[in-house]
């Protein structure tokens, strides 16, 4: 019933920029908390970035000052702005949504399929 549907992943050279965005589409009534998790290779998934609806945000500190989110509630979409990239940025993201379909009183999570984010010389 709802889709994540992610793009703007690629490879990018140490100090680039990317901006990924994710498109949320199906049978929703409300789209509360969205946002951005990262998982690399042998590690746990975890919270990049997120932005409730009404503006609030919250960042890892590990990419504070050079990750920004942002949301555009008229498209259903969220967007990370990564600028400064590192290495150490390397994984594949992953777009959240907690939302609420249509006949529903209950909210629940929603995940994106994942784009691969390579930072690399």
């Known amino acids: 019933q709802v889709q994540l549907v992610e793009s703007g992943g690629g490879l990018v050279q140490p100090g680039g920029s990317l901006r990924l965005s994710c498109a949320v589409s199906?049978?929703?009534?409300?789209?509360?908390?969205m946002g951005w998790y990262r998982q690399a290779p042998g590690k746990q998934r975890e919270l990049v970035a997120r932005i409730t609806s009404g503006g609030s945000t919250n960042y890892a500190d590990s990419v504070k000052g050079r990750f920004t989110i942002s949301r555009d509630n008229a498209k259903n979409t969220v967007y990370l702005q990564m600028n400064n990239l590192k290495p150490e940025d390397t994984a594949v993201y992953y777009c959240?949504?907690?939302?609420?379909?249509?006949?529903?009183?209950?909210?629940?999570?929603?995940w994106g399929q994942g784009t691969q984010v390579t930072v690399s010389s």
């Open positions: 959240n949504s907690i939302i609420i379909i249509l006949g529903s009183l209950y909210e629940r999570d929603y």
């Open positions: 199906g049978s929703i009534f409300k789209i509360n908390t």
